[in-house]
């Protein structure tokens, strides 16, 4: 059966790396890229239908999945960490009245497989912060952190309920060149690179020794449809998996752009309330189920993605 996916949030930084690389494998017909805005650059140069979508309103939503009748969705809408601590109303309602929205009609317009990202935000101040387990004490303390963590709980539950192919991934920090980050604590690893090209120098919003756990968007994108080709038997996690990524300090990621852009300088600002979003998320984290359950393997490591963001970036700043 010919695939139709309709992918929500096509504007945002996965979005859009994930509408290009579902339209190479499926044909630009076959997936709808959609957004509550107007299609950026970025979606108005990849051919393909555009739909503009607010996963808050129901018979909007109703519209398009009855127009389109969707086999595959990937509900990308949410309002990251920083911008969630300014706005924790509108996030948890984005987040949370968006998801159920989309689960109920993926429900209804019998959806064959729906995914949605979540984070490693879901984890707290209390989780393990080295090699952070699948299953843990999972206390996050940021509307984003605990929006996420129940998203998780009702994927679970309309598998289980509804039957409903509903998948998952925790991603990390997510570094690339062809989107900007929407609005995160990890943003600070995609700004460095323009600012490293731009101007020679960033002051980073974390402090020296922040290690988290980052992902190249390659790879990230590689592990969302690697995820969802996977035949259904192979999944043993219906709240989300954990990928690990690559986990580095903002001074470890300074330190491999110096030795592309010799002089480059980072700086450190204090008291950026991002800081104790990041000191409360896991500095590292354990993949092995993915691994063992659709054999997950990382390809980007911390040099490997430099060279490749400043190679691409060069070209367009
Ligand atoms: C954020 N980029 O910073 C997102 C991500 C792990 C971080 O979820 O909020």
């Known amino acids: 059966m010919s ?23 499926h044909g630009a017909e076959a997936v709808v890229a959609s ?18 979508v607010n996963v808050l309103d129901k018979d909007n939503l109703h519209h398009i999945f009855d127009k389109h009748r969707p086999t595959q969705v990937y509900l990308l809408a ?16 984005l987040n949370m009245t968006g998801l159920l929205h989309i689960l109920d009609f993926a429900v209804e317009f019998k959806v064959a497989k729906v995914f949605w990202p979540s984070s490693i935000a879901v984890f707290g101040p209390h989780s393990p912060q080295h090699h952070t387990p699948q299953y843990c004490v999972m206390d996050p303390n940021t509307v984003y952190g605990f929006s996420k963590l129940a998203g998780e709980r ?24 062809k989107a900007n980050p929407g609005g995160g604590t990890t943003d600070y690893a995609v700004h460095i690179f323009h600012q490293a090209l731009k101007t020679g120098k960033y002051e980073s919003f974390l402090a020296e020794g922040t290690a988290l756990p980052m992902m190249y968007m390659d ?50 600002s204090e008291n950026d309330p991002r800081q104790a ?31 490749d963001m400043l190679g691409n970036l060069k070209n367009i700043i």
């Open 3 to 25: 695939e139709k996916i309709l992918v929500i949030g096509a504007n945002g930084q996965i979005g859009t790396e994930l509408v290009m690389a579902l339209r190479n494998i």
């Open 35 to 52: 957004d509550i805005n107007s299609p950026t650059y970025a979606m108005r140069s990849s051919t393909g239908p555009f739909e503009l």
């Open 78 to 93: 949410a309002i990251l960490s920083a911008v969630g601590e300014q706005k924790p109303k509108m996030a948890w309602d």
């Open 154 to 177: 009702w994927c679970e539950y309309y598998f289980n309920k509804y039957g409903l192919d509903v998948r998952s991934i925790r991603y990390p920090g997510l570094i690339g060149w």
């Open 219 to 268: 790879d990230a994108i590689r592990a969302t449809i690697s995820l969802m080709d996977a035949p259904a038997e192979k999944i043993s996690i219906r709240s989300s998996y954990n990928l690990a990524g690559i986990s580095f300090t903002p001074e470890q990621l300074a330190a491999e752009i110096q030795k592309l852009i010799p002089g480059f300088e980072i700086s450190y």
């Open 277 to 307: 979003i990041a000191d409360s998320w896991p500095k590292s984290i354990d993949d092995s189920y993915a691994q063992n359950d659709w054999g997950w393997q990382l390809e980007y490591d911390l040099p490997k993605m430099v060279a």
